[in-house]
Each structure stands twice: as C-alpha cells, then as structure tokens.
C-alpha cells in the first residue's frame, strides 16, 4: 500500500493563505491521480481537488477559484495552494489516490493536516 504523510497545516486569519504538502511513500507516483480531501468537525470526508497523471485539476465549487493543486512526479509529493480562506475551509486535510492503473496498490489514510480559520 500507498502511504501518505501530509504536512503544512495551521491556524490563519479569515482571507489568508496556506500551502499544504503531501508525501507518498510505497510505490510508483506518477501513475495514480491524486486527490485532496477536507473533513470538517462533524462531517464526512469530501474531495476538493484532484489531479491526474497529466496534470489536468478538478475542484469542488466551494474551492474553485481559490484552492490550486498540483504536483511534482519526481519527489512524490502533492500540493494544495489556499488562497482567500475562510472560515467554512476549516477541516482536516488529507491526500490520498483517487484512482491507479489495475493492480496497483490502494492508499492508505494518513494523520491529515489540521487547518483552521479563524473569523
């Protein structure tokens, strides 16, 4: 299986901006699609971003325009820029594949990355 340990979380002010980072360990990078996924307090785990092997991105709508994904096959590692955060951003993040080739190995949930946003 695919490990992944996620990083670059924190507490910012309302309009502010992160920038999370994630590290898969395990297996072959560049062939899955990646996504970022947020779970905020008391709710379920929903997908706000992806990214294919091609770099080509998706984003939820309460993200677009503010949230970019992407990247680096070389290092293994995905991102997740946070522009103008609000409040309702608050969650913690996890990446995780979304989809590989046949055969290849599943991922696993790492420990996230809290981010909060304070009002």
């Known amino acids: 299986q695919v490990q992944f340990v996620e990083s670059g979380g924190g507490l910012v002010q309302s309009g502010g901006s992160l920038r999370l980072s994630c590290v898969a360990r395990?297996?072959?990078?560049?062939?899955?699609?990646m996504g970022w996924y947020r779970q905020a307090p008391g709710k379920q785990r929903d997908l706000v971003a992806s990214i294919d092997t091609r770099g080509s991105t998706n984003y939820a709508d309460s993200v677009k325009g503010r949230f970019a994904i992407s990247r680096d096959n070389a290092e293994n590692m995905v991102y997740l820029q946070m522009d103008s955060l609000n409040p309702q951003d608050t969650g913690v993040y996890y990446c995780n594949i979304i989809s590989g080739p046949p055969g290849w190995p599943s991922g696993t949930w790492g420990q996230g990355t809290q981010v909060t946003v304070a009002s």
């Open positions: 395990g297996s072959i990078f560049s062939g899955y699609v």
